[in-house]
T-cell receptor, first 112, second 115 residues
Framework: GESVGLHLPTLSVQEGDNSIINCAYS??????FIWYKQESGKGPQFIID?????DKRQGQRVTVLLNKTVKHLSLQIAATQPGDSAVYFC???????????FGSGTRLQVQP | DAGVIQSPRHEVTEMGQEVTLRCKPI?????LFWYRQTMMRGLELLIY????????DSGMPEDRFSAKMPNASFSTLKIQPSEPRDSAVYFC?????????????FGSGTQLSVL
């Protein structure tokens, strides 16, 4: 069936370190992937997205890597800051579908 | 742009009462989505609209839930009668068909507590 899941429920890092959040997906037809950040009491906020015809995309301090062979997606945050503390969700949208299917989320805790 | 606007931010009601959640999408967006978030089930799609027409309502839990979009700038999600298990955060999101970009913009959500 279609599902998007995260391996690690909580990730704790030191301020200034790089963070890597992982996500596995099972729908081989998925062609669009996206990462959201959700802070307490707020709605999910867009971070970065990537299409299946790419394997890497960079933004400001963030990089998304896509490995279609093993159906794996990762979000890398460089020089993690306290403001990065939040829950991070990956989501996918298979071909022909407009709605996003979300993973279960990973909580990132940044220690000062 | 003010973003997606949801109201109320918090709703506390008693079991059996009717609850109506409201959403104003971003102007110009032609897709509107209702999601529900709980600790147990995460973010679940309930229903989505395209040009005010419901496209997929397979995520709506049961007949107690209904959603409408009378015009491009307003949608409601109604629960009647409400039950304690409906307690969750309900998010509305919108998106625009621009070059196949499916990026959703979320509102701040409505925290619903059914006692």
């Amino acid at each position: 069936g279609e599902s998007v899941g995260l391996h690690l429920p909580t990730l704790s890092v030191q301020e200034g370190d790089n963070s890597i959040i992982n996500c596995a997906y099972s729908n081989s037809a998925s062609d669009y992937f996206i990462w959201y950040k959700q802070e307490s009491g707020k709605g999910p906020q867009f971070i970065i997205d990537i299409r299946s015809n790419m394997d890497k995309r960079q933004g400001q301090r963030v990089t998304v890597l896509l490995n279609k062979t093993v159906k794996h997606l990762s979000l890398q945050i460089a020089a993690t800051q306290p403001g990065d503390s939040a829950v991070y969700f990956c989501a996918e949208n298979g071909t022909g579908r407009r709605a996003l299917t979300f993973g279960s989320g990973t909580r990132l805790q940044v220690q000062p | 742009d003010a973003g997606v606007i949801q109201s109320p931010r918090h709703e506390v009601t008693e079991m059996g009462q009717e609850v109506t959640l409201r959403c104003k999408p971003i102007s110009g967006h032609d897709y509107l989505f209702w999601y529900r978030q709980t600790m147990m089930r995460g973010l679940e799609l309930l229903i989505y609209f395209n040009n005010n027409v419901p496209i997929d309502d397979s995520g709506m839990p049961e007949d107690r839930f209904s959603a409408k979009m009378p015009n491009a700038s307003f949608s409601t999600l109604k629960i009647q009668p409400s039950e304690p298990r409906d307690s969750a955060v309900y998010f509305c999101a919108s998106s625009a068909r621009t070059g196949g970009n499916e990026k959703l913009f979320f509102g701040s959500g409505t925290q619903l507590s059914v006692l």
